[in-house]
């Protein structure tokens, strides 16, 4: 599942600029596991033809992530290049 996801996202010759992923009952850890994964990238950020910085927007709306609030204060915590932006 998840683990094949980053392996093909870290795989990919250029960054990916949006990764939509609602309502596919992936849970607080897949969404820790893929952020993680995208933050540890050496292409994130990336810089976008107009020159602005930015990283990989994630849409994971609407799926078994019973506390959004308490992921994102975890992630925010470990202090990883790149969540600054969550």
Same mark, same amino acid.
């Given at each position: 599942g998840i683990r094949l996801l980053?392996?093909?996202i870290a795989s990919q010759p250029y960054p990916?600029?949006?990764l939509h992923l609602s309502h596919t009952? $992936?849970?607080?850890? %897949?969404? %820790?596991? /893929?952020?993680?994964?995208?933050c540890s990238s050496?292409?994130?950020?990336?810089?976008t033809k107009e020159g602005a910085w930015t990283g990989c927007w994630m849409r994971v709306?609407?799926?078994e $992530?019973? %506390?959004p609030i308490t /992921?994102?204060?975890a992630l925010k915590s470990l202090k990883i290049k790149g /969540?600054?932006?969550?």
């Open positions: 980053t392996q093909l990916l600029r949006e009952g $992936i849970s607080e850890v %897949a969404v %820790a596991t /893929l952020v993680l994964s995208v050496e292409r994130y950020p990336f810089q709306d609407n799926n $992530i019973l %506390a /992921l994102v204060t /969540l600054e932006m969550v």
